[in-house]
């Protein structure tokens, strides 16, 4: 199944540093250059205090569990996930900015809000597409 | 007293559902039909209706009505922005602002919904809202997105997942009497509920809302033209519709303390605020459930029960007609009435008002109509048989 067409692409908007960092191996986040503020999702300007100088600063890949779920039903779009999987809002270190990503789910442990988790840079097969993506881990 | 209090009214309501799949028309047919018998049922000319309101994604648009209707003619013709059922209240409040603005006089209020013509609603609404951060997760339904909201309020915020389930049964008991219910005629078995496959956890098949093809239709007019019409008026009484600051991103950075909410909070500020109303006014609930778990939030977002007392007000026996303080989608709600989109619920909600629903709350004056919770842009409103 081809997602094309229905769904903003990658590295068409104010977010592409983001994806060009995970290409690159790292981590970038948008701060705003006048107020100090992290902005997610990204935008071309502070709502907060009007600055359009947006700083993309690179954090580590640690984080905490946010919420979870573990999905069970093939829902198009995830052929290349195997079931179940579990998917995470985690909160990153040193910043607060909440990420979308997945968490590796060998034993199905339930995971914990709060829990510490450290990120490698994987990809999610969408499609004929490869996204780069995050993958958490416990510990 | 705000300029939408009682000044219009629901006349007319038509309903076509089946099972999803199973339409004899296709879906601008199921909604004719659906719109002739509003008009009918308040004995008016479908020919001089003059506005039509949808929301989340109808594909029909009212221009492509009027021939089969015999439209007179279009002098609005507009939808509530956003892909979820968010909008469906603030449907009711668009109609009215063109009544009573003068901009066109006799509307309906719409929503069809029929998979052969237009597809699976589901991927419909999620079209709105998938990127590239969601499909990388394996996100791309509204199940998961509703399932991680669910259980940051079940674990971070101590809400008892048994809730779910106490509403759940509500609405198959109501659905089960209910003759226009697809769940009609059959009781929940418990067991199975609770055995049922996981979709995405906490939600299991049973917490999820189902599909089904149809349409419904409501003629609204002024509170003055309704009170000639064949039927008694439903007036709205107030309607609110938006999202506050911290809601709605997509990409899961709400407000912390807005994350595990529906969020109805400024909703339910507004609309308790222009009616001068409050929960304690309300006597029926008619009660948007995508989820189970975002009806409850929804519950909470307007008052009726807090973190801390919800199990004791989410209650099988609280929440059933005749005799819960709180009765909760009389009809059946979308999961056991069916679900075109959630448009039956704003059908109960006139029927229960008329003394016409299956499950009739004795002497129910005010409704409550609470849009579907967790989308991006929420809305809600109270309808009542009269003007307190």
């Given amino acids: 199944m081809d997602s094309g067409g229905l769904i903003m692409h990658v590295n068409d908007g104010a977010d592409a540093p983001y994806w060009n960092g995970l290409a690159e191996g790292r981590l970038l986040l948008p701060r705003c250059g006048g107020c100090g503020r992290w902005m997610w999702p990204a935008m071309n300007r502070c709502g907060a205090c009007g600055s359009e100088d947006v700083e993309w600063i690179q954090r580590e890949m640690r984080a905490t569990i946010f919420s979870w779920t573990r999905t069970w039903h093939r829902f198009g779009y995830t052929e290349s996930l195997d079931l179940p999987f579990v998917s995470i809002v985690a909160t990153v270190a040193d910043c607060g900015i909440r990420l979308l990503g997945r968490l590796d789910d060998p034993d199905q442990v339930d995971p914990v809000i709060g829990e510490g988790i450290a990120g490698r840079i994987g990809a999610t097969r969408v499609g004929t597409r490869d996204i780069p993506t995050i993958i958490w881990s416990r510990g | ?388």
């Fill in chain 2, 1 to 388: 007293m705000h300029p939408l209090y009682g000044t219009t009214a629901v006349a007319g309501i038509g309903m076509r559902q089946y099972r999803r799949g199973a339409s004899p028309l296709p879906e601008q047919g199921a909604l004719v039909e659906a719109i002739l018998t509003a008009c009918a049922d308040a004995g008016f000319d479908p020919a001089d209706v003059d506005g039509f309101v949808s929301y989340g994604d109808d594909k029909n648009e009212p221009v492509r009505l009027m021939p089969a209707l015999g439209t007179r003619e279009l002098k609005w013709s507009s939808v509530v922005w956003g892909g979820g059922g968010g909008g469906i209240a603030g449907a009711f409040g668009l109609a009215a602002a063109a009544i009573v603005s003068g901009q066109a006089s006799a509307v309906i209020v719409f929503r069809a919904l029929v998979e052969g013509s237009s597809g699976r609603l589901s991927a419909a609404v999620m079209a709105h809202h998938l990127n590239d951060h969601m499909l990388a997760a394996g996100i791309v339904a509204p199940a998961q997105v509703c399932a991680i909201r669910a259980n940051r309020m079940y674990e971070h915020h101590g809400v008892p997942r048994s809730v779910a389930e106490e509403l759940v049964r509500a609405s198959y008991y109501h659905g089960s009497r209910n003759p226009e219910a697809i769940a009609y005629g059959t009781d929940i078995d418990l067991d199975e509920m609770r055995d049922s496959r996981w979709i995405a956890e906490p939600f299991r098949l049973f917490d999820c809302s189902r599909e089904n093809d149809g349409a419904a239709a409501f003629l609204m007019v002024s509170a003055e033209r309704a009170r000639d019409l064949k039927k008694a008026p439903a007036y709205l009484l107030g309607c609110a519709n938006g999202a506050e600051r911290g809601w709605g991103d997509l990409l899961e950075n709400d407000d912390e303390a807005l994350y595990p909410t529906a969020g109805f909070r400024p909703i339910a500020r507004r609309l308790y605020a222009d009616t001068g109303l409050t929960p304690s006014d309300i006597d029926v609930i008619q009660l948007y459930e995508n989820f189970s778990a975002q009806g409850v939030a929804s519950l909470i977002d307007h008052g009726f029960c807090t973190y801390e007392n919800v199990a004791e007000v989410v209650r099988f026996e609280n929440l059933i007609a005749p005799t819960g303080k709180l009765p909760v989608n009389t009809g059946g709600g979308n999961f056991a009435q069916g679900f075109i989109h959630g448009i039956g619920t704003a059908y109960e909600a006139v029927k229960q008002l008329r003394g016409e629903s299956a499950n009739p709350v004795p002497d129910a004056k005010l409704c409550l109509l609470a849009g579907g919770p967790g989308a991006p842009t929420v809305s809600s409103a109270i309808f009542g048989n009269e003007i307190p």
